[in-house]
């Protein structure tokens, strides 16, 4: 067991007088507690006023993603002891309005998803007598694209939705990909006229930025790539 310092960064709307502030708590940090852990133990035992989200405690649902020593992620995959230091920062991820607390508004990251079409977009009827099926080849192509858990690390870790709030984000572009690589969807048009925006995937710098910041190890700067590619390729004929 070690003590731990954790710095937090706290906002309450409703507290005007005090704006923005930080406040450290002490924890006895066990083997194995994870961000999460450390914060819950704060909040259920020193200071019930401390807010955060949190559900899944699994990585899936990506509701506890927030600043930890310098980068974006999951707090129920963090271990405090692999970061290093007796003395955690923790604050709410960038970029995105805060709502209390470390909990952000994510309706930027939800405009950014809807913009491009998430979802599949089929000519014909589907089949009555079976799945829309793919071959193991087509189905090869979709991995490292739909397992996004919606997160925001890496929209939040971006440099240009920093500077444009209006910018779709690496997240939806990922999303985007997922659909226009799908041999069962027939909407790539409109998936990709969507990302040709002003802001849209012309305003990614490719600084890998949103790789780093991925709990899932996914590459939204390639899905980019290969979006551009293909609007380059549609638009040479």
């Not at 193991?136 to 997160?151: A, D, S």
Request: hydrophobic share 35%.
């Amino acid at each position: 067991m070690a003590m731990m310092t954790f710095k937090i960064h706290r906002f309450n709307p409703d507290d005007e007088r005090r704006g923005r502030y930080v406040q450290e708590y002490q924890v006895d940090v066990r083997k194995g507690m994870t961000i999460l852990d450390c914060l819950n133990e704060i909040k259920w035992k020193q200071d019930g006023t401390l807010t955060f989200r949190r559900s899944c405690r699994s990585g899936i649902c990506g509701s506890c993603a927030m600043w930890v020593n310098g980068m974006n992620r999951l707090a129920c995959e963090t271990q405090a002891a692999t970061l290093g230091s007796n003395r955690i920062e923790i604050r709410p991820m960038p970029g995105y309005p805060v709502v209390k607390d470390l909990a952000v508004s994510l309706d930027p990251l939800v405009r950014g998803l809807m913009a491009v079409k998430p979802w599949l977009i089929a000519n014909g009827p589907p089949p009555t007598d079976q799945e829309r099926l793919q071959s193991p080849e087509e189905r090869e192509k979709l991995l490292g694209l739909y397992e996004c858990i919606l997160c925001g690390a890496c929209t939040s870790s971006c440099p240009s939705f920093w500077a444009d709030g209006d910018y779709i984000g690496p997240h939806a572009f990922l999303k985007a990909y997922r659909f226009v690589a799908d041999s069962r969807d027939d909407g790539a048009k409109a998936h990709l006229d969507a990302c040709d925006d002003k802001h849209g995937l012309w305003r990614c710098h490719t600084i890998f930025n949103c790789v780093e910041a991925c709990p899932k190890d996914l590459n939204p700067t390639k899905a980019i790539s290969e979006l551009k590619k293909e609007l380059v390729r549609r638009k040479i004929g």
